[in-house]
């Protein structure tokens, strides 16, 4: 893998996964269910498929929960900040 395809793909999967998990928290009014899908989602495909990940995906793909995660923690802190979404 190329060096620029990895940093582009780092930061494509950090928003990504914040940009979603944002949204499904907001429409869903749950905090933590992103995170769950997501960790669902990347295990089930590895193993339905059998893939064994090698180190650029294992970190693009952890990027990528990160983000879900940012975006768990950013709707928690709103919401303890009074600011009410849907």
Same mark, same amino acid.
């Given at each position: !893998?190329? =060096?620029?395809?990895?940093?582009?793909?780092? *930061? #494509?999967?950090?928003? +990504?996964?914040? /940009? @979603?998990?944002?949204?499904?928290? !907001?429409? =869903?009014?749950?905090?933590?269910?992103?995170? *769950? #899908?997501?960790?669902? +989602?990347?295990? /089930? @495909?590895?193993?339905?498929?059998?893939?064994?990940?090698?180190?650029?995906?294992?970190?693009?793909?952890?990027?990528?929960?990160?983000?879900?995660?940012?975006?768990?923690?950013?709707?928690?802190?709103?919401?303890?900040?009074?600011?009410?979404?849907?």
């Amino acid at each position: !893998m190329n =060096l620029l395809q990895f940093i582009v793909s780092i *930061v #494509l999967f950090i928003v +990504l996964g914040f /940009g @979603i998990g944002f949204i499904i928290n !907001m429409i =869903l009014r749950t905090t933590w269910l992103p995170v *769950v #899908l997501a960790l669902g +989602l990347v295990v /089930g @495909i590895l193993v339905y498929n059998r893939i064994v990940p090698n180190v650029f995906d294992v970190a693009i793909l952890a990027c990528g929960l990160a983000g879900t995660i940012g975006g768990g923690w950013t709707i928690q802190i709103l919401r303890k900040k009074g600011y009410r979404m849907f």
